[in-house]
């Protein structure tokens, strides 16, 4: 009886009250389907599913067996990298070190020509001086009279001259820019694939530019004066506004699942996420940087005479702060590791300020190339130093679009092929960069409409902000 969960009747039992109306089907059709059905499910299992599994174990085993000879190369590309610098170090020293003899001997020789010189003098005192004597037992009249004195000429005293020893000024270490100017670790990086037998990812890392970048998604937050978004992936997609203290999380649907509100109940300035996941904002009121780590609120960071504004975490988990002071004349990049300050970024070579002095918002980013990129809209200009703050270069706008409408840089993110995407705000587009900073193309076809924050995710998808519409617009352009 299909009826009764497949329970075994007999003739009897299909005539009763019990099964009226019921289907019934044959013990031995039912016994042959589900052999068919069993075959089939053992054939899928193994010439389809098992095989699956198989390749992935040997794949798992063979990472497991290459562990060692992988992490062996990275150590060997270290020890290598640290033998050069010890030959470096090695030159440097031995440069000094004759510099400082060449300083020495001729420092001896000054030395000694002024001793022989003074030495000369003091043979001619000496010898003059045994002449007076014996003029002074003579009773030679003419030696007496011709006597002329050669007091004036030795009474003046001999050039003196005064010697500061060199002394060695070592320039004071720092860990953070031997760190940056030695080499960086990438993080291990971690893609999640679903088994399947006959699918790959739906998104891939990396690729070529798309000759027509695709809207793929559009999320309305709510939002009015929409200003930044954060994201790892389309499950948790984290937003902040201008309107209001709330910082709001959605996923690709546009479902809310989670809303969390500033302590100084006013807009936080900016937020990111660290490489595990964790939220942090700031919040220039208040004058500090949160982070919220398995459910706790946390203040990573305080600042005094300074305002934070924009966010950005590291390769290596630092965070990059964008920050004013009270006069709003000023304006710096500071890298802290936890909570502790280890870089300061204000200044060019020339000691001149490398971006402009006034509260606008500036974005920032960091490239595959460890080069920090703020974007300043007061300037109009994104500008790119690299790990030890040294100026790179500046971009100004690409010429076609800044004869439409000056180049007004707002939010800035870069992808996994070193590649910077800038939002044009007053062109309505956004400009791709390569990793030296020059222009590759625009993205321009997707309406946007007053663009201002962007992000990527893993995998490259761009999320961007349209500030008074309140959208996501999720782009595919890779």
């Known amino acids: 009886c299909k009826d009764c969960g497949d329970s075994f009747v007999c003739l009897s039992c299909t005539a009763s009250e019990l099964h009226i109306g019921h289907r019934f089907v044959d013990v031995k059709e039912a016994y042959k389907m589900m052999k068919d059905a069993i075959k089939k499910d053992a054939e899928e299992l193994e010439i389809h599913i098992s095989p699956v599994y198989d390749e992935y174990a040997l794949d798992l085993m063979n990472q497991l067996a290459n562990l060692d000879g992988e992490y062996e190369k990275v150590t060997t590309a270290i020890s290598k990298q640290g033998e050069e610098w010890h030959k470096e ?14 300083i020495k001997v001729k420092h ?40 002329n004195s050669k007091i004036t000429e030795f009474s003046k005293s001999p050039t003196r001259f005064l010697y500061s020893m060199p002394t060695f000024m070592p320039k004071p270490l720092s860990h953070v820019k031997i760190y940056s100017y030695f080499g960086e670790i990438t993080p291990l990086r971690t893609t999640r694939e679903e088994p399947a037998v006959s699918a790959k990812p739906e998104n891939t890392l990396g690729g070529e530019l798309l000759a027509k970048p695709e809207l793929t998604k559009i999320i309305q937050t709510g939002y009015e004066e929409l200003r930044s978004v954060a994201c790892h992936n389309e499950e948790r997609i984290w937003t902040t506004c201008g309107k209001t203290n709330d910082i709001k999380c ?10 969390i509100k500033s ?16 939220l942090l904002f700031s919040e ?67 000691g001149k300020p490398l971006y402009s002095g006034n509260n606008g918002i500036k974005y920032i980013t960091v490239n595959k190339n460890g080069d920090i990129c703020v974007s300043d809209c007061k300037a109009g200009a994104v500008v790119i130093v690299d790990k030890a703050g040294n100026f790179r270069c500046k971009y100004t706008g690409y010429p076609s679009r800044t004869k439409i409408s000056p180049f007004k840089p707002f939010g800035i993110t870069a992808d996994s092929q070193n590649r910077v995407l800038i939002v044009d705000r007053s062109n309505h587009c956004i400009h791709i960069l390569d990793g030296n900073g020059d222009f590759l193309r625009f993205i321009d076809n997707c309406n946007l409409k007053d663009p201002l924050g962007l992000c990527v995710d893993i995998y490259d998808n761009l999320f961007v902000c349209e500030f008074y519409k309140g959208y996501i617009k999720r782009i595919k352009y890779c």
């Open 108 to 147: 001896r020789e000054d030395l000694q020509k002024q001793l022989d010189e003074i030495k000369q003098l003091q043979s001619l005192m000496k010898q003059t001086l045994l002449t007076l004597r014996e003029i002074q037992e003579s009773t030679d009249v003419s030696s007496t009279i011709e006597y």
């Open 250 to 259: 959605f996923n690709i649907k546009g479902f809310l699942l989670d809303t």
């Open 89 to 102: 170090i090695d030159y440097v020293v031995e440069r000094i070190e004759n510099e400082i003899s060449n």
């Open 263 to 278: 302590k100084s109940g006013k807009w936080p300035n900016d937020l990111t996420l660290d490489k595990e996941g964790n």
């Open 284 to 350: 220039g009121t208040r004058r500090t940087v949160t982070i919220i780590k398995n459910g706790e609120t946390e203040e990573l960071i305080r600042v005094q005479g300074w305002m934070p504004n924009t966010l950005c975490v590291t390769s290596s988990s630092d965070l990059l702060v964008s920050m004013y002071n009270n006069e709003k004349d000023q304006s710096k990049v500071v890298r802290y590791t936890g909570s502790t300050e280890k870089q300061t970024i204000q200044f060019d070579d020339e």
